[in-house]
């Protein structure tokens, strides 16, 4: 099983991350990827760059060096309700919309509440993936949320970085998501979550625990560039005439 996308990376704007965009592109080659996805954190988030860099990212080359990029942005999750800091406006001009819990903009409270939050951003339409579920500290209710997702097209991320010490208990909560969505028939994405060129697509503990228990390839969307653009064209996003020369 190979993996040729990477659709959560972070670079220096993010405020809390290390590498600018062209040493990212630089690693993403050098790992073999095909589409890698800038997604820096989105603008509530201490230290995230301004609402600005997001609206400009269209200066940016859809293929640098023989890497397809992706515009892309991690919405923050604010409320019970779902809310996202990201307006319709730019989640539809944007090719990838990840959207996570973090702590400092989202106080952690009960399984209830996490799951009441995760289905209306589900529901909401503005988020293509649910960005490092395996966050010990939001439980929610797996096989509700995960039957939603395969139910709007929107893909769970197996975020690798959360079993390397980013988000510590998250393995065994990783394992269980993933199983869910074997059985539900939900699409996952991989991301490295990298904060620095190094982590670019790398996934040595997501791609072993999709060994481990079989994942269909056709539905995990890194496997295949062509898989993860057919995945965000059917929430209507429509890229693949940008990337002809990666495929």
Known sequence: MQIVTDTHTHTVASGHAYSSLQENIAAAKQTGLKLMAMTDHASTMPGAPHYWHFENLKVIP????????????????????????????????????????????FKPADAATHTK????????????????????????????????????????????????????GSDVNCEKILLAAKRLGAQLSFGSDAHISYQVGRFPHALALAKKHDFPAERLVSTKAERLLDALAARGKQLHQYYQEVL
């Open 117 to 168: 939050a995760l289905l209306a951003v589900i529901k909401g339409g503005k988020a293509d993936i649910l960005g490092h579920l395996g966050n010990p500290n939001f439980p929610f209710d797996i096989d509700t949320v995960v039957a939603a997702a395969a139910e709007h097209k929107v893909m769970i991320e197996i975020n690798n970085s959360s079993f390397a010490g980013s988000r510590q």
């Open 62 to 105: 859809r293929v640098v060096d023989g890497v397809g990029v992706l515009r892309g942005i991690e919405a923050n999750i604010l409320n019970p309700e779902g809310e996202l800091d990201i307006t319709e406006s730019l989640a539809q001009r944007l090719d990838v919309v990840i959207a996570s819990f973090h702590e400092p903009l």
